[in-house]
Protein backbone atom coordinates (compact mmCIF):
# COMPACT_ATOMS: atom_id res chain seq x y z
CA UNK A 1 0.00 0.00 0.00
CA UNK A 2 1.62 3.51 -0.77
CA UNK A 3 0.13 6.28 0.28
CA UNK A 4 1.15 9.84 -1.04
CA UNK A 5 2.14 12.78 1.41
CA UNK A 6 1.17 16.47 0.37
CA UNK A 7 4.38 16.98 -1.17
CA UNK A 8 4.69 13.79 -2.88
CA UNK A 9 6.90 11.44 -0.82
CA UNK A 10 4.99 8.02 -1.19
CA UNK A 11 4.78 6.26 2.10
CA UNK A 12 5.15 2.61 2.14
CA UNK A 13 3.80 0.71 5.25
CA UNK A 14 6.31 -1.97 5.82
CA UNK A 15 5.28 -5.05 6.99
CA UNK A 16 8.41 -6.14 8.49
CA UNK A 17 8.67 -3.65 10.81
CA UNK A 18 5.39 -2.43 11.18
CA UNK A 19 6.96 1.24 10.55
CA UNK A 20 6.86 3.76 7.63
CA UNK A 21 9.48 3.73 4.35
CA UNK A 22 10.25 7.15 2.84
CA UNK A 23 11.41 6.88 -0.71
CA UNK A 24 13.52 10.51 -0.82
CA UNK A 25 12.51 12.38 -3.55
CA UNK A 26 14.29 15.49 -1.78
CA UNK A 27 17.66 14.84 -2.27
CA UNK A 28 19.31 16.84 -4.63
CA UNK A 29 22.31 15.04 -5.80
CA UNK A 30 20.18 12.31 -7.05
CA UNK A 31 18.48 15.10 -9.26
CA UNK A 32 15.05 13.73 -7.68
CA UNK A 33 15.65 10.20 -8.78
CA UNK A 34 14.74 7.96 -6.30
CA UNK A 35 17.93 6.21 -5.07
CA UNK A 36 17.84 6.33 -1.95
CA UNK A 37 15.26 4.16 0.49
CA UNK A 38 15.46 4.27 4.10
CA UNK A 39 13.79 2.52 6.68
CA UNK A 40 12.03 4.59 9.31
CA UNK A 41 10.26 3.53 12.79
CA UNK A 42 6.74 5.19 13.07
CA UNK A 43 8.12 7.33 15.81
CA UNK A 44 11.15 8.36 13.74
CA UNK A 45 8.46 9.24 11.09
CA UNK A 46 6.09 11.29 12.96
CA UNK A 47 8.80 13.13 14.98
CA UNK A 48 9.41 17.07 14.53
CA UNK A 49 12.97 17.04 13.64
CA UNK A 50 12.14 14.04 11.30
CA UNK A 51 9.13 16.18 9.49
CA UNK A 52 11.08 19.82 9.67
CA UNK A 53 14.23 18.01 7.87
CA UNK A 54 12.11 17.03 5.00
CA UNK A 55 10.11 20.17 5.37
CA UNK A 56 6.64 18.66 6.24
CA UNK A 57 3.65 20.19 8.26
CA UNK A 58 1.54 17.51 8.34
CA UNK A 59 0.89 14.86 10.30
CA UNK A 60 -0.63 11.49 8.19
CA UNK A 61 -3.28 9.73 7.89
CA UNK A 62 -5.56 11.55 10.71
CA UNK A 63 -8.84 12.96 9.93
CA UNK A 64 -12.53 12.72 10.37
CA UNK A 65 -14.95 12.32 7.92
CA UNK A 66 -17.65 15.03 7.99
CA UNK A 67 -21.29 13.83 8.84
CA UNK A 68 -23.22 16.04 6.95
CA UNK A 69 -21.42 15.59 3.35
CA UNK A 70 -19.31 12.70 4.42
CA UNK A 71 -16.06 14.14 2.81
CA UNK A 72 -13.25 13.36 4.74
CA UNK A 73 -11.13 15.84 6.31
CA UNK A 74 -7.55 15.89 6.87
CA UNK A 75 -6.04 16.91 10.03
CA UNK A 76 -3.20 19.12 9.15
CA UNK A 77 -0.33 20.03 12.13
CA UNK A 78 0.91 23.28 11.52
CA UNK A 79 4.14 24.54 13.41
CA UNK A 80 4.23 28.61 13.98
CA UNK A 81 6.58 29.85 12.12
CA UNK A 82 8.13 31.86 14.75
CA UNK A 83 9.43 30.82 17.92
CA UNK A 84 7.29 30.64 21.13
CA UNK A 85 7.01 30.44 24.68
CA UNK A 86 8.15 26.96 25.91
CA UNK A 87 4.82 26.53 27.95
CA UNK A 88 2.64 27.20 24.71
CA UNK A 89 2.40 24.45 21.88
CA UNK A 90 5.03 24.53 18.83
CA UNK A 91 1.75 24.74 16.18
CA UNK A 92 -1.60 23.83 16.25
CA UNK A 93 -3.79 20.98 14.36
CA UNK A 94 -6.44 21.77 11.63
CA UNK A 95 -8.98 20.39 9.34
CA UNK A 96 -8.90 20.40 6.21
CA UNK A 97 -12.67 22.40 4.99
CA UNK A 98 -15.08 19.60 3.22
CA UNK A 99 -17.64 20.52 0.86
CA UNK A 100 -20.23 21.93 2.95
CA UNK A 101 -17.62 24.42 4.96
CA UNK A 102 -16.28 25.97 1.35
CA UNK A 103 -20.03 26.56 0.13
CA UNK A 104 -20.10 28.31 3.31
CA UNK A 105 -17.06 29.97 3.22
CA UNK A 106 -17.83 30.92 -0.37
CA UNK A 107 -20.66 32.25 0.90
CA UNK A 108 -19.33 34.36 3.48
CA UNK A 109 -16.45 35.69 1.28
CA UNK A 110 -18.76 36.67 -1.26
CA UNK A 111 -21.25 38.54 1.44
CA UNK A 112 -18.13 40.11 2.67
CA UNK A 113 -17.18 41.35 -0.97
CA UNK A 114 -20.81 42.68 -1.65
CA UNK A 115 -20.29 44.89 1.72
CA UNK A 116 -17.21 46.40 0.69
CA UNK A 117 -17.90 47.23 -2.98
CA UNK A 118 -21.15 49.08 -1.95
CA UNK A 119 -19.99 53.02 -1.82
CA UNK A 120 -19.84 54.78 1.63
CA UNK A 121 -22.36 57.45 2.06
CA UNK A 122 -21.67 60.66 0.91
CA UNK A 123 -20.22 63.12 3.42
CA UNK A 124 -21.81 66.27 2.02
CA UNK A 125 -25.76 67.30 2.57
CA UNK A 126 -27.87 66.86 0.01
CA UNK A 127 -28.11 70.53 -0.92
CA UNK A 128 -24.35 70.69 -1.52
CA UNK A 129 -23.82 67.59 -3.46
CA UNK A 130 -24.07 69.28 -6.71
CA UNK A 131 -21.68 72.10 -5.78
CA UNK A 132 -18.58 71.83 -8.08
CA UNK A 133 -16.37 73.93 -9.91
CA UNK A 134 -18.42 73.73 -12.85
CA UNK A 135 -21.25 75.16 -11.44
CA UNK A 136 -19.92 78.09 -9.84
CA UNK A 137 -19.90 81.34 -11.42
CA UNK A 138 -16.57 82.95 -12.04
CA UNK A 139 -16.71 86.47 -11.78
CA UNK A 140 -13.35 88.59 -11.77
CA UNK A 141 -14.33 89.59 -8.42
CA UNK A 142 -13.88 85.90 -7.39
CA UNK A 143 -11.16 84.56 -10.18
CA UNK A 144 -8.45 84.38 -7.61
CA UNK A 145 -10.13 82.44 -5.04
CA UNK A 146 -11.42 79.91 -7.91
CA UNK A 147 -8.15 79.20 -9.45
CA UNK A 148 -6.40 78.37 -6.31
CA UNK A 149 -9.17 76.56 -4.75
CA UNK A 150 -9.09 74.40 -8.27
CA UNK A 151 -5.06 74.20 -7.20
CA UNK A 152 -5.82 72.92 -4.18
CA UNK A 153 -8.13 70.28 -5.04
CA UNK A 154 -5.61 69.52 -8.17
CA UNK A 155 -2.01 69.39 -5.63
CA UNK A 156 -4.05 67.85 -2.66
CA UNK A 157 -1.58 65.03 -2.31
CA UNK A 158 1.16 66.95 -2.13
CA UNK A 159 0.29 69.56 0.13
CA UNK A 160 1.78 68.69 3.43
CA UNK A 161 1.78 70.02 7.21
CA UNK A 162 -2.24 70.76 7.60
CA UNK A 163 -2.02 73.11 5.34
CA UNK A 164 -5.96 74.17 4.17
CA UNK A 165 -7.69 77.46 2.83
CA UNK A 166 -9.61 80.12 4.56
CA UNK A 167 -12.39 81.41 2.50
CA UNK A 168 -13.58 84.91 3.37
CA UNK A 169 -16.01 87.03 2.38
CA UNK A 170 -19.97 88.06 3.26
CA UNK A 171 -22.70 86.12 3.01
CA UNK A 172 -23.51 84.72 -0.56
CA UNK A 173 -20.64 85.06 -2.15
CA UNK A 174 -19.40 81.62 -3.10
CA UNK A 175 -17.86 80.32 0.22
CA UNK A 176 -19.68 77.76 0.69
CA UNK A 177 -19.94 76.49 -2.62
CA UNK A 178 -16.24 76.29 -3.35
CA UNK A 179 -15.79 74.62 -0.19
CA UNK A 180 -18.30 71.93 -1.67
CA UNK A 181 -16.54 72.33 -4.53
CA UNK A 182 -13.60 71.47 -3.03
CA UNK A 183 -15.04 68.13 -0.96
CA UNK A 184 -17.08 67.00 -4.19
CA UNK A 185 -13.86 66.88 -6.08
CA UNK A 186 -11.98 64.91 -3.67
CA UNK A 187 -14.68 62.60 -1.95
CA UNK A 188 -14.55 59.68 -4.18
CA UNK A 189 -10.87 59.20 -3.51
CA UNK A 190 -10.09 60.73 -0.06
CA UNK A 191 -12.06 60.41 3.52
CA UNK A 192 -13.77 63.88 3.59
CA UNK A 193 -15.71 65.11 6.27
CA UNK A 194 -18.49 68.15 6.31
CA UNK A 195 -19.54 70.00 8.89
CA UNK A 196 -21.06 73.49 9.44
CA UNK A 197 -19.61 74.91 12.73
CA UNK A 198 -22.65 76.15 14.69
CA UNK A 199 -24.76 73.19 13.85
CA UNK A 200 -21.31 71.10 15.06
CA UNK A 201 -20.80 72.61 18.08
CA UNK A 202 -24.38 72.51 19.15
CA UNK A 203 -24.64 68.87 18.81
CA UNK A 204 -21.37 68.22 20.80
CA UNK A 205 -23.16 70.34 23.39
CA UNK A 206 -25.96 68.10 23.19
CA UNK A 207 -24.72 64.68 22.23
CA UNK A 208 -21.78 62.70 21.84
CA UNK A 209 -19.90 63.47 18.03
CA UNK A 210 -17.03 60.83 16.84
CA UNK A 211 -14.22 63.28 16.71
CA UNK A 212 -11.97 60.87 15.84
CA UNK A 213 -14.03 61.02 12.47
CA UNK A 214 -13.66 64.52 12.28
CA UNK A 215 -9.92 64.28 13.01
CA UNK A 216 -8.73 61.89 11.28
CA UNK A 217 -11.00 62.77 7.52
CA UNK A 218 -7.92 63.34 4.54
CA UNK A 219 -10.19 66.86 4.61
CA UNK A 220 -12.43 68.37 6.83
CA UNK A 221 -14.57 71.76 5.67
CA UNK A 222 -15.66 73.48 8.52
CA UNK A 223 -17.98 75.75 7.31
CA UNK A 224 -19.09 78.80 8.76
CA UNK A 225 -17.07 79.62 11.49
CA UNK A 226 -17.26 82.34 13.73
CA UNK A 227 -21.33 82.07 13.70
CA UNK A 228 -21.60 80.15 16.71
CA UNK A 229 -22.61 82.08 19.90
CA UNK A 230 -18.89 83.15 21.41
CA UNK A 231 -18.09 81.44 24.77
CA UNK A 232 -15.36 79.93 26.56
CA UNK A 233 -16.89 76.48 25.60
CA UNK A 234 -17.22 76.46 22.27
CA UNK A 235 -13.88 78.16 21.53
CA UNK A 236 -12.62 75.06 23.34
CA UNK A 237 -13.91 72.79 21.52
CA UNK A 238 -13.26 74.58 18.66
CA UNK A 239 -9.54 75.04 19.82
CA UNK A 240 -9.36 70.75 19.79
CA UNK A 241 -10.83 70.73 16.41
CA UNK A 242 -8.47 72.88 15.36
CA UNK A 243 -5.32 71.80 16.87
CA UNK A 244 -6.17 67.71 16.17
CA UNK A 245 -6.34 68.59 12.96
CA UNK A 246 -2.76 70.14 12.50
CA UNK A 247 -1.41 67.52 14.67
CA UNK A 248 -2.39 64.91 12.60
CA UNK A 249 -1.57 67.29 9.70
CA UNK A 250 -4.61 67.29 8.12
CA UNK A 251 -5.91 70.34 5.97
CA UNK A 252 -9.20 72.06 6.93
CA UNK A 253 -10.96 74.22 4.83
CA UNK A 254 -12.57 77.07 6.42
CA UNK A 255 -15.07 79.23 5.41
CA UNK A 256 -16.27 82.52 7.45
CA UNK A 257 -18.69 85.83 6.98
CA UNK A 258 -16.40 87.14 9.51
CA UNK A 259 -13.41 89.72 9.06
CA UNK A 260 -9.88 88.88 10.53
CA UNK A 261 -9.84 90.91 12.53
CA UNK A 262 -12.92 89.89 14.36
CA UNK A 263 -11.42 86.17 14.65
CA UNK A 264 -9.70 86.67 17.93
CA UNK A 265 -12.96 87.92 19.73
CA UNK A 266 -15.33 85.34 17.74
CA UNK A 267 -13.13 82.22 17.74
CA UNK A 268 -10.63 82.28 21.06
CA UNK A 269 -6.81 83.52 20.79
CA UNK A 270 -5.61 80.45 20.03
CA UNK A 271 -7.75 79.05 17.85
CA UNK A 272 -7.60 82.32 15.72
CA UNK A 273 -4.11 82.66 15.55
CA UNK A 274 -3.88 78.61 14.40
CA UNK A 275 -6.56 79.34 11.46
CA UNK A 276 -4.99 82.70 10.30
CA UNK A 277 -1.44 81.01 9.98
CA UNK A 278 -1.89 77.79 8.88
CA UNK A 279 -4.26 78.68 5.95
CA UNK A 280 -3.97 80.38 3.07
CA UNK A 281 -6.79 83.53 2.92
CA UNK A 282 -9.06 83.93 -0.20
CA UNK A 283 -10.87 86.99 -0.28
CA UNK A 284 -14.33 86.41 -2.06
CA UNK A 285 -16.11 89.35 -3.08
CA UNK A 286 -19.31 89.79 -4.50
CA UNK A 287 -20.99 93.22 -5.98
CA UNK A 288 -22.98 94.20 -2.82
CA UNK A 289 -19.74 93.78 -0.75
CA UNK A 290 -18.04 96.08 -3.02
CA UNK A 291 -20.74 99.18 -2.73
CA UNK A 292 -20.56 98.35 1.13
CA UNK A 293 -16.97 98.28 1.82
CA UNK A 294 -16.19 100.86 -1.12
CA UNK A 295 -13.22 98.64 -1.87
CA UNK A 296 -12.32 96.70 -5.19
CA UNK A 297 -10.47 96.16 -8.03
ZN1 LIG B 1 -19.12 18.56 5.35
Known amino acids: MSIFTPIGLPLMK ?9 VSKLRRKSGGKITHTKKWSKTEASSRGWMIEHGLRRSFFQGEVCPICGEMRVKTYYRHPFSVPAHLPKGHWLLSDCLCIKTERSYERAKKQRLLSTALP ?42 GILLLG ?15 GLKDK ?28 DLLILDDIGSERPSGWTMERLLLIVDGRLTNLKPTVFTSNYELEDFEIRLGMRAASRIIGNNLHLYLEGPDYRLSRGRGL
Open 122 to 163: DPMPPGLRGHSFRTFKVTELNREAYTSCQTFVRNFSSIGEGR
Open 190 to 217: LRVSFACAPILLEKMRTSNVDLDELLSA
Open 170 to 184: RSGTGKTHLASAIAN
Open 14 to 22: NEKWGGIRV
